[in-house]
C-alpha cells in the first residue's frame, strides 16, 4: 500500500462524512485512511462507517491530546510508505493522489505540500476568506511556490511525509502552536528534501464567519512566536509585518481623529482598493471581493496581535 491517509478530528462529524466521500471518489485507489477521534463529545464513528464498503478505512478513538500528538498516534499505526495528513474541513479533488504519484516517480523528495483552493461551492465568506489567504497582497501569498523544490514548509491541511522521515524524526514534538512548520524545519535539518506540488490541491474550508477567522489568525501569530523559540531564525522580517501593517493602521486613525494628517490612512484606503479589485477581478463577484478586502484587514491585525500578545506573554511550550 502505497499511502495511509491521517485525519485528526474533534467534534466535526458533518466534515469527516464530506472528506471521506471525496476520497472514496479518487481516481488512484491504493490508499488506506485512519481517522483519529481526538477526545471529541460529538463523535464521528457512525460516519466513518458509512464509507467502510467504498474506502479502506479505520477510526480509532483517544483521549484528547491536540492534533499533532494524534497525527503521530495515527503514523505509528498506518502501513504505507506515505503518510497524507489532511485537516477535516478539506475537501479533495478526484486526481491528488493520481498527482502526487507522478511526482514522486519524476522528482526525489521526502516530504510533499500543496496549496489550498476555494470549492465553488464555498459561501462567499469561505471564498473571501480563501482569497485572503492566498493572495499575493497579503502574507499568505507567499506560502508556496510553483515547481518549488527544497526549503519549502508545508502545513498539515495538505501534507505527506515518507515513512522513512517519520521514522527517523520522530514525527511532531509539539502537538499545536505551528506544530506542522516546526515539524517540516526539523526536517529540513536532518537532510530530507520537501516539494511544493502546485497542482496537488485541496479545497480548504478554514472558517465560515470572520470572527472564527479572527481567531484562527490569532492562533497563527501565537504559533510563530512559538516557532521561534525553537528555530530563533524562523522569526524573519516578513512575520514582523502584520504587526506593522496593524501599528500604522492605528496610528493613521490617530492623526485622522487629532488633524494631523489624512495621507497615511488614504494609503491603507488605496490598499483595500487594491485588495477588492484584485479579489473581483478573481471571484467576479462584488460580494466576495468586499468580504475578501475586509478578511485581509482581519488576517493582518488578528495575527499581529497574536504575535504580540504570545511574544508578552513569553510562555515556553517546548517539550
Keep these: 500500500m502505497l499511502y495511509s491517509v491521517i485525519i485528526p478530528v474533534y467534534n466535526r462529524p458533518d466534515e469527516i462524512r464530506e472528506l471521506l466521500n ?19 463529545t460529538i463523535g ?25 500528538f ?19 474541513d478539506c475537501l479533495v479533488p478526484g486526481r491528488y493522489f493520481q498527482t502526487v504519484t507522478e511526482h514522486i516517480k519524476e522528482s526525489d523528495f521526502d516530504f510533499w505540500g500543496g496549496p ?8 462567499a465568506t469561505q471564498k473571501a476568506i ?27 491541511f495538505n501534507m505527506g511525509i ?4 517519520f521514522e527517523k524524526s520522530g514525527g511532531y514534538r509539539i502537538t499545536r502552536m505551528g506544530e506542522d512548520i516546526e515539524l517540516s524545519i526539523r526536517l529540513e535539518k536532518l537532510g530530507f528534501t520537501s516539494a511544493f506540488l502546485e497542482d496537488a490541491y485541496v479545497y480548504h474550508k478554514r472558517r465560515t464567519s470572520l470572527s472564527e477567522f479572527f481567531k484562527q489568525l490569532h492562533f497563527f501569530g501565537r504559533a510563530r512566536i512559538n516557532i521561534g523559540r525553537f528555530y530563533s531564525d ?3 522580517p516578513v512575520h514582523w509585518f502584520p504587526l506593522l501593517f496593524t501599528t500604522g ?64 506573554s513569553g510562555t515556553n511550550n517546548k517539550p
Excluded: W
Design 22 to 40: 471525496s476520497l472514496s471518489l479518487q481516481s488512484y485507489k491504493h490508499f488506506e485512511v485512519l481517522v483519529i477521534e481526538d477526545g471529541s
Design 44 to 68: 464521528c464513528k457512525n460516519v466513518v462507517e458509512e464509507f467502510k464498503d467504498l474506502l479502506d478505512v479505520h477510526y480509532y478513538f483517544k483521549e484528547n491530546s491536540g492534533q499533532g
Design 70 to 88: 494524534s497525527r503521530n498516534f495515527g503514523f505509528k499505526r498506518a502501513k504505507g510508505n506515505y503518510f497524507v495528513v489532511f485537516d477535516s
Design 116 to 123: 489550498d483552493k476555494a470549492h465553488p461551492d464555498f459561501t
Design 130 to 156: 480563501n482569497f485572503s489567504m492566498t493572495s499575493i497582497l497579503t502574507t499568505g501569498g507567499i506560502r508556496g511556490r510553483k515547481k518549488h523544490l527544497g526549503n519549502y514548509h508545508p502545513r498539515s
Design 162 to 165: 515518507s515513512r522513512d522521515a
Design 234 to 236: 524562523e522569526v524573519k
Design 249 to 312: 493602521l492605528l496610528l493613521s486613525v490617530l492623526f485622522l481623529l487629532f488633524d494631523i494628517s489624512r495621507l497615511p490612512l488614504l494609503i491603507y484606503f488605496i490598499y483595500a482598493i487594491s485588495l477588492f479589485t484584485a479579489g473581483l477581478i478573481r471571484e467576479k463577484k462584488i460580494t466576495v471581493a468586499f468580504l475578501g478586502a475586509l478578511a485581509a484587514f482581519i488576517q493582518l491585525s488578528a495575527y499581529a496581535m497574536g504575535f504580540l500578545s504570545e511574544m508578552i
